[in-house]
């Protein structure tokens, strides 16, 4: 675990981006704008936890167009609300190439989804930059148009095994979503402990709506494990932490997505283990962090992880079209990205290649603290 350094305040932070994330569920661009397109649930199950990426992707076109664009040119977005729903992720990235002749994807937020707009992708030859699911089924094989910033669920899932068995606490029970991101997690799950030590005791499903989080706790509590590890997202993290307090008492691990429902939880957050996939916002040490303090506070938003995650995304996604020239195509956008081996993302290296387009495995441990503050 790491040492226990500087603590911030989040509290309502996350809650309040919800106003602040004002894209336009659809949008037609000006002029010879340079179009980027993507498909995220603004609505549906897990809209909340997408509130907070979404704010900081704004941060970061807003910032750009203010400067002039790129070579003169604005980047707008056009995002589609896909409410979670594979079928209509499917349809938004069909329509963002086809009606809107996007150069780039970018922000996908669904395992499924992604994995039903890989072939798509593929057949048009439009690249998606970066996405908000690290499912490691998706980058098993490579793809000519794929690329990722963020670690992947199973750098996440191996870290925090690999903390609890340095903390004795290796009699592990799984709790995942009841769904295709959950279900492909738990096999990741059992090999990281089977691989670093630990011992699997047993494992319950989790509706995404938290429904069965009684169930799932009393499940679990039976199998008398010293630590949870979480996978799950949306409204079901909460049923589940309130529930494990009372049936299970003992620490739960789980990844970033279940970052966004923090203030949600409240003061039921505190103890609760999160894997971080990107750097500290609240650390001013590089350029990037203390341009997107000061864009936080042009646009009175609060400083967060989510935020910070979307902002650089997007800000990623923006230096690559910007070194792309004067000729903005898609092919170009992946050449570009493919020929560059360091690029700093607020503090994080990444690199990539011909044969590389998955650029970290950066994660760290957080621990949230008394009064919604995160300890590292």
């Not at 319950?204 to 979480?230: E, W």
Request: positive net charge; contains cysteine.
């Amino acid at each position: 675990m790491h040492s226990l350094n500087r603590r911030r305040v989040i509290g309502a932070a996350i809650a309040t981006m919800g106003a602040n994330a004002a894209w336009p569920i659809t949008s037609k661009p000006s002029g010879d704008a340079i179009v980027i397109g993507q498909s995220a649930p603004v609505t549906g199950p897990v809209a909340d936890a997408f509130k907070g990426v979404l704010t900081g992707e704004k941060l970061a076109f807003d910032q750009i167009n203010r400067k002039g664009g790129i070579n003169g040119r604005r980047v707008d977005l056009i995002l589609l609300d896909d409410a979670y729903d594979t079928r209509r992720t499917v349809e938004n990235v069909k329509t963002l190439i086809e009606r809107d002749n996007v150069i780039a994807l970018t922000g996908l937020g669904s395992t499924a989804g992604v994995g039903a707009a890989l072939p798509i992708l593929a057949e048009k030859k439009v690249p998606l930059v970066g996405v908000y699911t690290g499912a490691p089924n998706l980058r098993m094989r490579h793809h000519p148009y794929f690329f990722t910033t963020q670690a992947s669920f199973k750098d996440e899932v191996f870290y925090s095994v690999r903390n609890l068995v340095t903390l004795n606490q290796s009699r592990i029970a799984v709790v995942y979503q009841n769904n295709e991101f959950g279900k492909l997690m738990l096999p990741v799950a059992e090999a990281a402990m089977k691989e670093l030590g630990a011992t699997f005791v047993g494992s319950a499903p989790l509706a995404i709506d938290g429904s069965d989080a009684v169930a799932a706790a009393q499940a679990v509590a039976a199998k008398q494990p010293q630590a949870v590890l979480m996978i799950a997202v949306g409204p079901s993290v909460v049923g589940y932490v309130k529930a494990n307090r009372n049936y299970v008492s003992v620490p739960i691990y789980t990844i970033s997505t279940a970052l966004g429902m923090l203030p949600a939880l409240g003061d039921e957050a505190r103890g609760l283990a999160i894997t971080q996939v990107i750097p500290y916002p609240w650390r001013q040490t590089t350029g990037m962090a203390r341009e997107f303090a000061l864009e936080c506070e042009h646009a009175k938003v609060p400083v967060a992880y989510d935020t910070y995650g979307g902002y650089l995304l997007a800000r990623f996604l923006l230096e690559a079209l910007k070194r792309t020239g004067k000729n903005v195509t898609s092919e170009a956008l992946v050449k570009v990205i493919e020929s560059q081996k360091s690029w700093d993302y607020g503090g994080i290296n990444l690199a990539f290649g011909p044969g590389n387009h998955h650029g970290t495995s950066f994660v760290e441990t957080t621990i949230v603290g008394p009064r919604m503050t995160f300890m590292r």
